[in-house]
């Protein structure tokens, strides 16, 4: 359970990096529908990180 802790901040870091990098793509290739599902990714990558690092903080 503990490695699962440690891990969901990283979990965060990789949802919000893969989300910029294929929303930008898609943003500049004109594919405005899949640009928006992989923008919207980003928020929900900064709300897993966040709740990862509280976690990771107040288990400590």
């Given at each position: 359970?503990?490695?699962?802790f ?10 919000i ?7 930008f ?36």
């Amino acid at each position: 359970m503990l490695k699962i802790f440690n891990s969901v901040p990283y979990l965060g870091a990789l949802i919000i990096a893969v989300g910029m990098v294929a929303g930008f793509y898609y943003l500049f290739t004109d594919a405005d529908e899949m640009a928006k599902y992989f923008l919207a990714m980003i928020p929900v990558g900064f709300l897993i990180l966040f709740v990862g690092v509280v976690t990771n903080m107040l288990r400590r």
